[in-house]
Nanobody
Framework: EVQLVESGGGLVQAGGSLRLSCAAS????????IGWFRQAPGKEREGVSC????????YYANSVKGRFTISSDNAKNTVYLQMNSLKPEDTAVYYC??????????????????WGKGTLVSVSS
């Protein structure tokens, strides 16, 4: 059974940092691109970042570029999203997702197959 479990969300003040984790199981981690998405109340889901363990490619949305860093620990089947300089507009439920892809890019994001249940990030001003 495929499982993606997010953790690390919480309440933080603007300018603060959080690190989200996505623990994956039930599939061959190295054969999948892992992505992070977020959805704020009343807004559409947004692709934030992705990473490929296969070729090392990464992608960041313009809204988080320079502030967020995605990384992967293949030994632990876990992907991290380090979020720095957080802004109130980063407030959302953050989801991780996985797709059977080799390369990570903006074009990978619509192709995710498996999803976690999400973790809430709230940034106060």
């Amino acid at each position: 059974e495929v499982q993606l479990v997010e953790s690390g969300g919480g309440l933080v003040q603007a300018g603060g940092s959080l690190r989200l984790s996505c623990a994956a199981s039930g599939f061959t981690f190295d054969d999948y691109v892992i992505g992070w998405f977020r959805q704020a109340p009343g807004k559409e889901r947004e692709g934030v970042s992705c990473i490929s363990s296969s070729d090392g490619s990464t992608y960041y949305a313009n809204s988080v570029k320079g502030r967020f860093t995605i990384s992967s620990d293949n030994a632990k089947n876990t992907v991290y999203l380090q979020m720095n300089s957080l802004k109130p507009e980063d407030t959302a439920v953050y989801y991780c997702a996985a797709g059977a892809l080799v390369h990570c890019s903006i074009y990978s994001l619509p192709l995710m197959e498996y999803w976690g249940k999400g973790t809430l990030v709230s940034v106060s001003s």
